[in-house]
T-cell receptor, first 113, second 117 residues
Framework: GENVEQHPSTLSVQEGDSAVIKCTYSDSASNYFPWYKQELGKRPQLIIDIRSNVGEKKDQRIAVTLNKTAKHFSLHITETQPEDSAVYFCAASKAGGGNKLTFGTGTQLKVEL | SAVISQKPSRDICQRGTSLTIQCQVDSQVTMMFWYRQQPGQSLTLIATANQGSEATYESGFVIDKFPISRPNLTFSTLTVSNMSPEDSSIYLC??????????????FGEGSWLTVV
C-alpha cells in the first residue's frame, strides 16, 4: 500500500519567515495530494491540494509543489504569521483507490514573534 | 464544501461500553469514510462506509470492533465497541465533495473526541 513520509516533525520559524514542509510517497499511481491544517482541538482543514497533472499551485501565501519523478511534494508558507501555528498533514490518494487518503505523520509548525 | 456534522462532539466513556457516533451531511455524497486520530498521532482510515452494503475495513480494523451503518447517502454511524483506554481518540467522518474548479476534494467533520476511562 501507499506510504507517506513527512519531514520535519517540528518546525519553528520567526514571524515573516518562510516555512517548508516536505513529503514523499511510495505509490507512483497516487495522483491527488492534499494538505491539511489542524489547530489544537479542531478538525483537519483542507488548505491546498494538487493533482498530478500540475507541478505547482499557489493560493496567496501558500504554495504546493509536486515532483512526480522523485515522488515528493512540498508545502511552502511565505510571510508566516502566528496564526499559521498548527499541525500540518500531507496526504496522498490515487485514482481507483476509492479516494482513500494515506496521511503523513504531521509537522508541528510554530511561528514565533 | 459539504457541511458535515458529528455527534457527540466529545464524550467520556467507561471501559467495556460501546458508543455510537453519528455523521450527518447536508447533501448527498457517494463516498463516506471514518478515520481515527489517536492522541498526538496522524489520521488512519478505519473503513469506507458503503451505502446499502457492508463497510470496507482497512487492515487492522474489524467489523466486530467498529460496526458501521450507512442507511442513505447523507448519514452514517460508527460504533466503537467494548471500549478500552487505547480507543481514546478523535473519530472523524469524511466525505468526498466535488467542486467545479477542483474536482473531488475530501472534507472532514468536526470530529468526536472520545476518552475511555
Amino acid at each position: 500500500g501507499e506510504n507517506v513520509e513527512q519531514h520535519p516533525s517540528t518546525l519553528s520559524v520567526q514571524e515573516g519567515d518562510s516555512a517548508v514542509i516536505k513529503c514523499t510517497y511510495s505509490d507512483s499511481a497516487s495522483n491527488y495530494f492534499p494538505w491539511y491544517k489542524q489547530e489544537l482541538g479542531k478538525r483537519p482543514q483542507l488548505i491546498i491540494d494538487i493533482r498530478s497533472n500540475v507541478g505547482e499551485k499557489k493560493d496567496q501565501r501558500i504554495a504546493v509543489t509536486l515532483n512526480k519523478t522523485a515522488k515528493h511534494f512540498s508545502l511552502h508558507i511565505t510571510e508566516t504569521q502566528p496564526e499559521d501555528s498548527a499541525v500540518y498533514f500531507c496526504a496522498a490518494s490515487k485514482a481507483g483507490g476509492g479516494n482513500k487518503l494515506t496521511f503523513g505523520t504531521g509537522t508541528q509548525l510554530k511561528v514565533e514573534l | 464544501s459539504a457541511v458535515i456534522s458529528q455527534k457527540p462532539s466529545r464524550d467520556i466513556c467507561q471501559r467495556g461500553t460501546s458508543l455510537t457516533i453519528q455523521c450527518q451531511v447536508d447533501s448527498q455524497v457517494t463516498m463516506m469514510f471514518w478515520y481515527r486520530q489517536q492522541p498526538g498521532q496522524s489520521l488512519t482510515l478505519i473503513a469506507t462506509a458503503n451505502q446499502g452494503s457492508e463497510a470496507t475495513y482497512e487492515s487492522g480494523f474489524v467489523i466486530d470492533k467498529f460496526p458501521i451503518s450507512r442507511p442513505n447517502l447523507t448519514f452514517s454511524t460508527l460504533t466503537v465497541s467494548n471500549m478500552s483506554p487505547e480507543d481514546s481518540s478523535i473519530y472523524l467522518c469524511s466525505v468526498v465533495g466535488q467542486t467545479l474548479v477542483n474536482g473531488n476534494t475530501i472534507y472532514f467533520g468536526e470530529g468526536s473526541w472520545l476518552t475511555v476511562v
